[in-house]
């Protein structure tokens, strides 16, 4: 979907509509290890910090689905986690414990997890008149000229299937009028659910929503609305509006309208890309023509978008998976920022030599180090060969799943 492309069934009309789509990852970063691991699908699994030997603090960062049902929690207590759900290597030592009731515990890898994300943004960017990235597994995007409410739902799912197919992870979706009422319907049907309320299902749609599952109702806030008997976003909008500015202030008047399905925020980008990419998946080959092609031929698309957003560009790299899922990356850097395709196309191909001869099942090209002035472009003399010295370029090997990064609990994905 390059430059002003639409998925099937978009209308080119202009519509006073707001189309707004909340994306959500179906549980990140333990679908981020079921990547390298794909022994771990239908597995329970917890991704976190403080499980092994010696380690007497820490905490859940993402459970899936499957280790949901122990009763293990994002943000819970390591500790609790493994009352609930024993590590299958603790399992297998211990007769007093069952294997086939235990589960896989992984630790936090930020720098894979961010690596896959950027796949995963690449495909949410491109579907959208406006992106906002919210969290590294979840963004809004404005869709309002790309498709319309007839046609909104196969639009959404094109979306999703299109970022399982390339990237192998599930995404929920809600499209909605608005931003509130899109990230309620994101979480209605999980996991790799599509829920579209048109503008006129919007009250339907939320009133029977319990009240902690309005956008923007904390536990606390929850808790305070239940003493008053109000149980749902129903409740909540048939309440009197000033009584709970009395209660809340402002906050309490703007909690009543996304109630009634009244927000009108507009979808807003947080600032630039720093970044441009685009992948592709295929059958595992070791047909380096075809692997070839298949760079040659993201490396003309990623051009191309960087051209159509003014971006500039001081690094060009790639992506190569390997089976089951090796992640090797190579990047060049430029002595300066340019917009030019052909080296693009040049650098990316060199890089793939690397790998001739190896089986691989995904490739990718980015440019990255991204620049939007006006400023005049670096002399690309030395890329003819005709100069030497300072100019020439520098390979950096950046293995994308290297060591576990350091994350705190405000960097975990929540409970998507």
């Keep these: 979907m390059a430059g002003d492309a639409r998925l099937p069934g978009a209308s080119t009309e202009e519509r006073a509509d707001r189309i ?3 994306a959500d990852v179906d549980c990140f970063y333990a679908a981020c290890e079921r990547l390298r691991e794909p022994a771990l699908r239908g597995e329970p699994v917890v991704v976190g910090m403080g ?12 459970a899936s689905y499957e280790a949901r049902a122990y009763g293990v929690e994002s943000a819970q207590p390591i500790t609790d986690a493994l009352e609930r759900l024993p590590r299958k290597v603790d399992a297998a030592r211990d007769p007093d414990l069952d294997v086939s009731e235990a589960g896989f515990y992984r630790p936090v890898d930020m720098a894979f997890y961010k ?17 906002r990235e919210v969290s590294i597994d979840e963004a809004y995007l404005d869709v309002s000229s790309r498709t319309d409410w007839e046609r909104a739902e196969g639009f959404a799912r094109e979306l999703t299937e299109r970022i399982a197919a390339d990237v192998g992870v599930t995404v929920s979706v809600g499209v909605a009028p608005n931003m509130s009422t899109a990230k309620v319907a994101s979480d209605a049907e999980k996991p790799d659910g599509c829920v579209v309320v048109r503008p006129d299902e919007v009250e339907t749609f939320l009133a029977p929503i319990p009240i902690e599952e309005l956008h923007g109702v904390g536990p606390v806030t929850a808790r305070s609305l239940r003493d008053q008997g109000i149980e749902s976003a129903g409740d909540l909008a048939a309440a009197d509006e000033a009584a709970l500015v009395e209660e809340f202030g402002e906050r309490g008047r ?7 399905g009244e927000d009108d925020r507009a ?10 990419s685009r992948e592709s998946a295929f059958e595992t080959t070791d047909e380096y023509g075809f ?3 298949r760079v040659s031929e993201l490396a003309a698309a990623v051009a191309e978008r960087a051209r159509s957003e003014g971006a500039l560009y001081r690094t060009i790299g790639i992506k190569v998976v390997t089976p089951p899922f090796s992640v090797n990356t190579r990047e060049r850097s430029l002595s300066g920022p340019v917009d030019d395709p052909s080296l693009v196309e040049r650098v990316t191909g060199d890089l793939l030599s690397e790998f001739e001869g190896e089986r691989v099942r995904k490739v990718g090209v980015r440019v990255s180090n991204l620049e939007f002035s006006g400023d005049e472009q670096a ?3 030395a890329w003819g060969g005709e100069e030497t010295g300072s100019n020439e370029p520098n390979d950096e090997r950046t293995p994308a799943s290297g060591p576990t990064g350091q994350a705190s609990l405000s960097d975990f994905d929540r409970e998507g």
Excluded at 115 to 131: G, K, M, N, P, T
């Design 51 to 62: 499980y092994e030997a010696g380690d007497t603090r820490g905490a859940v960062a993402t």
């Design 115 to 131: 690596s896959v994300s950027e796949e995963i943004r690449a495909h949410l960017r491109e579907a959208a008149d406006v992106f």
């Design 267 to 276: 979808v807003t980008p947080r600032g630039r890309p720093k970044s441009l």
């Design 20 to 22: 707004v789509i909340h």
């Design 291 to 293: 692997v070839a092609e």
């Design 379 to 381: 002399s690309l003399g």
């Design 254 to 260: 703007d909690l009543h309208r996304r109630a009634r």
